[in-house]
């Protein structure tokens, strides 16, 4: 049994705070035993690439190739069409989306800074677990990437709750755009415990308002792209439309945001986010997308294949591992494919490929001033039991036997349901969608055989129940 909290020791990461002075009243509001950080240092000198940044829209990024050609900014340098959005910042760009989204976007020449305090690399420390895939720091992440393609990438490392911090990583850097993607983004960690649910809470509920503070203060006509989740709409028994439905009430009709109906305290974070962002984009005419992304499988990208030092990370585990990874990896290691109670839950999947061509559509057409829009980010809907199925026709073909069990359902979900949900706008963008073909389940398979030694079987279990959280810190099994 590993702790997962030590009553004994306080954790040091920088926390929602005014003022750098202020830290030590809110360093115990993150729920660790470990010591993370001291404090927030001055970022500019965590910047890999200190040097004068251009204002914001006035230039394109420009970039040296290997070959010694110069390319402009944006994705499309020949179309001659007005200059895009330039200067994205990607908050949480060290994590499973961010990077490939980072990567994806600077060789597409934006130019790119990423923003992270680094904390979901210390969520493994603390719980025990680890990436499948191994992961260079992202100091060296980054050093290799301009190695190999001379293209820079801006770092600060900080906290989004910390507003000192955002404000000078806002006014240095002059973001077109931002993608928020730094949250707190397990569903099983947010049930945890008490103080688990509080920092899940406070960590993406006042990140984002900071950021939409730091929009409104330094760079009001940026773009916000934030990740939202599907399973902000719960699964109603009607069609999931994108963002908005239209009622017919007492002979009154209106357009309303969809209704919600989340199913954990992080699903409740994410739901609150799209509250306030919809709500500052009418009050101060922020300009803003939500993107609530499904599931996302895969691990390989055009980027992050170019190099192992840029591997991206692959969670399998219980607490964050994403369905269709776990069952890779459980096939891979010869453990049963654990399926939640009677596996009828249906959601909305995507290939990691595909999330980093979403956040480019939307950051290449963006939102109006004022302007929220939604849309649905995935490109087919599976039960978990049609995943299982599929996992073991792949895995015949790979001459591995897998077997499949049902766990009870450690959370508090339908098991059998419909569902169907919209997913147009991104297509109408120009998505081309990598569907999840046997070929790619092959390639995740075969992902998952070649890092098997790295597997801790011990974390395949789901360990935390949505019914048995509690005020007192909880100890996992590890
Ligand atoms: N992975 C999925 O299947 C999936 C599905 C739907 C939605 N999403 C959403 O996409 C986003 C990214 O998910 P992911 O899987 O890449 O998660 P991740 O945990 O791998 O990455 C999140 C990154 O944000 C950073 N971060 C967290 N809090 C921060 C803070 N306060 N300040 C600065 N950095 C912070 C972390 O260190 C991490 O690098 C999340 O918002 C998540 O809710 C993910």
Not at 117 to 142: A, E, K, M, Y
Not at 156 to 182: N, R
Not at 220 to 225: A, R, T
Not at 374 to 391: D, G, M
Request: proline residues 4%; charged residues 20%.
């Amino acid at each position: 049994m590993a702790h997962l909290l030590s009553s004994s020791c306080s954790l040091n990461i920088s926390c929602p705070k005014t003022s750098l002075n202020s830290s030590k009243q809110n360093l115990s509001s993150f729920p660790t035993s470990l010591t993370l950080r001291t404090s927030i240092q001055p970022f500019k000198t965590l910047s890999l690439n200190k040097k004068n940044t251009p204002k914001p829209f006035s230039v394109n990024a420009t970039t040296l190739q290997q070959d010694g050609t110069k390319t402009g900014s944006g994705s499309d340098q020949t179309s001659g069409e007005k200059p895009r959005p330039t200067r994205v910042m990607v908050i949480g760009g060290d994590g499973y989306c961010g990077w490939a989204t980072s990567l994806h976007l600077s060789n597409k020449n934006y130019e790119v800074a990423i923003v992270d305090n680094l904390v979901r690399r210390h969520f493994d420390d603390q719980l025990g677990l680890d990436s499948l895939t191994p992961i260079s720091s992202i100091h060296d992440r980054i050093r290799r990437w301009r190695s190999l393609t001379q293209k820079d990438i801006n770092l600060y490392i900080g906290d989004v709750c910390d507003f000192e911090f955002l404000s000078e990583a806002f006014t240095s850097f002059k973001p077109d755009a931002v993608v928020h993607f730094g949250e707190q983004r397990s569903a099983p960690y947010s049930m945890i415990d008490r103080s688990r649910a509080i920092y899940t809470q406070q960590n993406n509920v006042l990140g984002t308002l900071n950021v939409l503070f730091a929009i409104k203060e330094f760079s009001e006509d940026c773009h916000l792209v934030k990740l939202g989740t599907m399973g902000e709409y719960g699964t109603p028994n009607i069609d999931i439309e994108e963002g908005y439905i239209t009622i017919t009430h007492n002979g009154r009709t209106d357009t309303l945001p969809y209704p919600k109906q989340a199913s954990s305290f992080y699903h409740l974070s994410k739901v609150h986010d799209s509250n306030n962002i919809a709500f500052t984009s009418k009050a101060w005419g922020i300009r803003a997308t939500d993107l609530n992304q499904g599931v996302v499988y895969g691990v390989r990208t055009d980027e992050t294949e170019m190099h192992e030092e840029l591997y991206n990370r692959f969670d399998y585990d219980g607490i964050f591992g994403t369905a269709l990874n776990r069952f890779c990896v459980q096939a891979a290691v010869g453990h049963p494919l654990t399926v939640y109670g009677k596996g009828g839950q249906t959601r909305g999947y995507l290939d990691i490929r595909d999330t980093v061509q979403c956040v480019e559509l939307a950051i290449a057409n963006p939102a109006k001033r004022g302007e929220f829009r939604v849309f649905n980010q995935f490109t087919e809907q599976f039960s978990v039991n049609q995943l299982a199925a599929l996992v073991t026709k792949a895995g015949e073909k790979l001459g591995i036997e897998v077997q499949t069990i049902s766990v009870p359902n450690p959370r508090v979900e339908a098991e059998e349901h419909y569902y169907n949900a919209k997913h147009t706008k991104l297509i109408e963008l120009g998505l081309e969608p990598h569907l999840l073909s046997d070929s790619l389940l092959d390639s995740l398979l075969n992902v998952a055989v070649q890092f098997k030694d790295r597997v801790d079987t011990k974390q395949i279990m789901p360990s935390v129940s949505w019914r048995k959280i509690g005020a007192k810190p909880k100890t996992v099994s590890a």
